[in-house]
């Protein structure tokens, strides 16, 4: 199963998108966040009824330049809108939070990082609680915000300004993998520990994209990948 991760629309098309659903047997797309810039709301509904098109399963979370009202814009669209959610999906588990911590530019979807780490936790251990050991699934955090002093969070000034909430709830929940975004220029993939791979694919009007290679419940692959490739 391959599961492909855009983030940062902020309301623009790109054709290389739909060539490379076409081209590709993708069966989930998720987008981290930042759909709109800082909307019109309509753009949602209209971006993912094309990925429709390709027979693919849409999730997705807002961004902090989302405006109110992106969570049932994103449901109305009939995409599943994962923000403080968990989805079994396959062989994985997803777990969703979206907005960010607070930012210079003051944007509407921004979150106090307590907060993010309290309810990510709970998100989390509430799934820890029931999930059957017997038969794991791989376990991917979707956030808008990078975890803090990682490559997903590195500003082109050379700052790191992710969310010390996702960083925590990484280091103690330990999920497989996370994919975020909101830091246009810091594409990349990095790791925490020695457990979990951390994937910021970037803009994608910059052709930037995570694929996500599940073999089972234990096996996956994850990679940047172009869109123009
Ligand atoms: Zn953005
Ligand atoms: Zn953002």
């Given at each position: 199963?391959?599961?492909?991760?855009?983030?940062d629309?902020?309301?623009?098309?790109?054709?290389?998108?739909?060539?490379?659903?076409?081209?590709?047997?993708?069966?989930?797309?998720?987008?981290?966040?930042?759909?709109?810039?800082?909307?019109?709301?309509?753009?949602?509904?209209?971006?993912?009824?094309?990925?429709?098109?390709?027979?693919?399963?849409?999730?997705?979370?807002?961004?902090n330049?989302?405006?109110?009202?992106?969570?049932?814009?994103?449901?109305?669209?009939?995409?599943?809108?994962?923000?403080?959610?968990?989805?079994?999906?396959?062989?994985?588990?997803?777990?969703?939070?979206?907005?960010s911590n607070p930012t210079p530019f003051?944007t509407?979807?921004?979150?106090?990082?307590?907060?993010?780490?309290?309810?990510?936790?709970?998100?989390?251990?509430?799934?820890?609680?029931?999930?059957?050991?017997?038969?794991?699934?791989?376990?991917?955090?979707?956030?808008?915000a990078p975890p803090i002093n990682t490559d997903a969070d590195l500003t082109s000034g050379g700052d790191h300004v992710g969310s010390?909430?996702?960083?925590?709830?990484?280091?103690?929940?330990?999920?497989?993998?996370?994919?975020?975004g909101h830091i246009h220029e810091a594409k990349s993939?990095?790791?925490?520990?020695?457990?979990?791979?951390?994937?910021n694919?970037g803009m994608?009007?910059d052709?930037?994209?995570?694929?996500?290679?599940?073999?089972?419940?234990?096996?996956?692959?994850?990679?940047?990948?172009?869109?123009?490739?």
């Amino acid at each position: 199963m391959k599961i492909l991760v855009i983030s940062d629309v902020h309301g623009e098309y790109n054709e290389n998108l739909y060539n490379y659903l076409d081209n590709n047997d993708i069966e989930l797309l998720l987008i981290t966040g930042d759909i709109t810039n800082f909307g019109p709301l309509d753009f949602v509904g209209e971006f993912i009824n094309k990925i429709f098109e390709y027979d693919c399963d849409v999730m997705a979370i807002p961004g902090n330049c989302d405006p109110e009202g992106i969570c049932n814009a994103i449901t109305e669209s009939g995409a599943f809108c994962l923000h403080n959610e968990i989805v079994s999906y396959g062989d994985v588990v997803l777990f969703g939070y979206g907005g960010s911590n607070p930012t210079p530019f003051d944007t509407p979807g921004e979150i106090d990082d307590s907060k993010i780490r309290d309810d990510v936790f709970e998100l989390i251990s509430s799934y820890n609680a029931i999930h059957n050991e017997e038969s794991p699934k791989i376990r991917i955090l979707v956030t808008h915000a990078p975890p803090i002093n990682t490559d997903a969070d590195l500003t082109s000034g050379g700052d790191h300004v992710g969310s010390h909430g996702v960083s925590s709830a990484i280091q103690e929940f330990k999920p497989e993998i996370n994919v975020c975004g909101h830091i246009h220029e810091a594409k990349s993939i990095c790791q925490i520990g020695d457990t979990t791979k951390v994937a910021n694919p970037g803009m994608l009007k910059d052709n930037g994209a995570i694929l996500i290679d599940v073999i089972d419940n234990l096996n996956f692959d994850v990679s940047i990948i172009s869109l123009d490739g």
